[in-house]
């Protein structure tokens, strides 16, 4: 099956640090990646829909400037949480559509886990 | 508005079958997605129907009425491993998919 991969899946950063994530399809091309944001015991919100070789389209209340999102290649989608503080310690999930897939089957990452102290 | 609404939490019993549903409202439909979360994890794909009807694959089916807003997921032979949160999630007009707040399933030995 299809495989998304996320880094880094774990980090630990100082409040006001920024912090970049990727998310990779290792064997195809997406050209929308999702970017959800996930609290304890919550489902997914969606953050933003990232499109290859275009802005990023971001969801009510999510801050552009301080989630910068850049989906450079159609295999590369990178979130970055500049200026980072406590309140944006969470679990951030990527996932990636299929290019021509008939369905709207989602390939998601792993994961990645930010720990702002 | 678009809304999805399942159950907060549900129990079984190990070797048992239990049934999630989940009903939708949205601005157009491409279809409903199951997916399961274990805690800590991604989640991962279950099931996808767009055609009313019901889809087996292995232990779990997935059921969908279009006409009712309706879906549910049926997990048989349950084992402990299925402990996990199953999120059900439609898909809207524009492709964009609205998702439920999870059903927790604590499965008992």
């Known amino acids: 099956g299809a495989v998304v991969s996320q880094h880094p899946s774990w980090v630990i950063c100082k409040s006001g640090t920024s912090v970049k994530i990727e998310c990779r399809s290792l064997d195809f091309q997406a050209t929308t990646m999702f970017w959800y944001r996930q609290f304890p015991k919550k489902s997914l919100m969606l953050m933003a829909t990232s499109n290859e070789g275009s802005k990023a389209t971001y969801e009510q209340g999510v801050e552009k400037d301080k989630f910068l999102i850049n989906h450079a290649s159609l295999t590369l989608s990178t979130l970055t949480v500049t200026s980072a503080h406590p309140e944006d310690s969470s679990f951030y999930i990527c996932?990636?559509?299929?290019?021509?897939?008939?369905?709207?089957?989602?390939?998601f990452g792993e994961g990645s886990r930010l720990t702002v102290l | 508005g678009q809304n999805i609404d399942q159950p907060t939490e549900m129990t079984a019993t190990e070797g048992a079958i239990v049934q999630i549903n989940c009903t939708y409202q949205?601005?157009?439909?491409?279809?409903l997605f199951w997916y399961q979360q274990h805690a800590g994890e991604a989640p991962t794909f279950l099931s996808y129907?767009?055609l009313d009807g019901l889809e087996e694959k292995g232990r779990f089916s997935s059921f969908l009425s279009r006409s009712k807003g309706y879906s549910y997921l049926l997990l048989k032979e349950l084992q402990m491993k299925d402990s996990a949160s199953y999120l059900c999630a439609a898909m809207d007009s524009n492709y964009q998919l609205i998702w439920g707040a999870g059903t927790k399933l604590i499965i008992k030995p």
């Open positions: 949205t601005s157009g439909f491409n279809g």
């Open positions: 996932s990636a559509r299929m290019a021509g897939a008939d369905t709207g089957e989602l390939f």
């Open positions: 129907n767009v």
